[in-house]
DNA sequence: AATTTATTGGAATAGGCGTTCTAATCGCTT
DNA sequence: AAGCGATTAGAACGCCTATTCCAATAAATT
């Protein structure tokens, strides 16, 4: 009976994602995803709720898609120092997607609104904790295949792994260049050897 | 002749800076300065000019006192590894203020507006570009002091410095623990040997 | 083909924003 | 002591915000 939607919801919420992405929570209106999504204004209260809700499902939707990826990298990977060099190559290219970087969604979110909404927090600290476990998994498999020295702790590597990787990001926003992110990032493993 | 103004203008600054710092530039409002500073809004306005002229002064001031700070303790310490130490630490210091991360003001601005405002750009990226040249300096004197192998390249260390400052800044938004990071610190700086 | 019902476009609402303006106040100099 | 002039308090301005509402539209079932 009820008339159909005419516009795909997971296709506006991609754009919703990168909106937000690019331009944070506070600095986006209704009126810029109205124009961004390209579908009706009371379409997106109606598919989505409000402008809370929307961010939420964004974040959501885009950390989902980033722990899949990077997870899918590293399990192809068997020698962990490449597995480890190509995630964060995967990390610095998904910034620099613009000629000037948009860093990371989820990062860029920590650093806006994390003392700001407690729920949006939470989905962070639950990425945070995603990233950290798939760390941890990874170096001791590493260490089973004696790619790392028995001595090293796994523990301190996986957090410093997941530090790094926000401090690439943040800090590609004004150093958009690829050559001299993927070089720190080249040294940053020697922690491994 | 005339009438004197009955507020500190740094002072005042300094309460814009601290709350700039905790909200960033989109989620604060001139009310809510006005509130913070304690003092009228035409003397906002008549001191430091409108809310981006305000916030630029802000971030200029929280930059120069914070290399400043950096500066000391780096030429403070003659063992690099040290001074590198105490160095992170007064950073997550700083972070960690209150019982929730602040986080540091030049990186949550860069996130938040290296892409929209150049004026705001650019003065990040002198900052950044004074903090390489001090870690440089750094690295080199420690070179010079044998605490540094010389096939160690002094370039990428000083990058990578820059990079996991961003990372441990932006990382403590949801790990707001100082041991955790000061760990991670310790084992960063094991690039060094 | 008629009916039903969610979707759609766009106006309307209430409130917050940054900024400006108007008086009234008050401190310094002469 | 007189008066100049910047500082002050707070109202006022126009714009933009997120959200809601109201017809009008259009797709699927009967």
Redesign the pocket.
Known sequence: ???????SPEEALEKAVNLFWEQGYHA?????LVDALG?????M???YG???ELFAQALEAYQAAETKEVSAILYYYTDIRQGLYVMFEYFVDSALKEESSNSCFHVNTAVELANESKAIKESLEACRELHLKMYRTYLEFGKSKAQLANHKEIEGLAQILYNFQCGLMSASKLNPRKEQLMKSVSTLLTILD
Do not use: E, L, V
């Not at 009976?1 to 516009?7: L, S």
């Not at 579908?39 to 379409?43: F, G, L, Q, T």
């Open positions: 009976m009820p008339r159909t939607k005419n516009f986006t209106s209704m009126q810029n579908i009706n204004r009371a379409s209260y109606g598919t409000g402008k809370d």
